[in-house]
């Protein structure tokens, strides 16, 4: 009985590829088989999990790169506008921030008693 992908329920947890490999290669899977005594087909798998990993993990390096140089960039707009004689009072703002958390706070306790 097939699914809808063309796989048998008893094939669902791996599949078969006949692949050719240049010599070079195919001597080094047997290399490596040899190293980590296992059959030629594992020493593939592992070869190309790691891979898939590796790849994985340069991707996720490559954006939190990009995510940095978007966090600078930002960074050096709002210097530019703190500038001393920008007119820009940090204070000012702070105090904003912290007095908005806590007429939240107090309008959330408030509800809550009510």
């Given amino acids: 009985m097939n699914t809808p992908h063309g796989i048998s329920p008893a094939e669902g947890k791996s599949k078969k590829f006949l692949i050719n490999l240049p010599i070079e290669s195919a001597k080094k899977a ?3 088989a040899g190293e980590l005594n296992v059959s030629k087909a594992e020493a593939i798998r ?21 995510r940095r140089l978007s966090a600078y960039a930002e960074l050096k707009e709002i ?13 000012r703002v702070i105090r904003e921030y912290r007095d908005h958390d806590r007429l939240a706070l107090l309008k959330e306790r408030q509800e809550k008693q009510e």
């Fill in 79 to 91: 210097r530019k506008m703190i500038k001393p004689d920008s007119g820009f009072n940090a204070v």
């Fill in 46 to 66: 592992r070869a190309v999990s790691a891979y898939a990993e590796q790849l994985k993990n340069e991707n996720e390096q490559e954006d939190i790169h990009r």
């Fill in 30 to 32: 047997e290399w490596l």
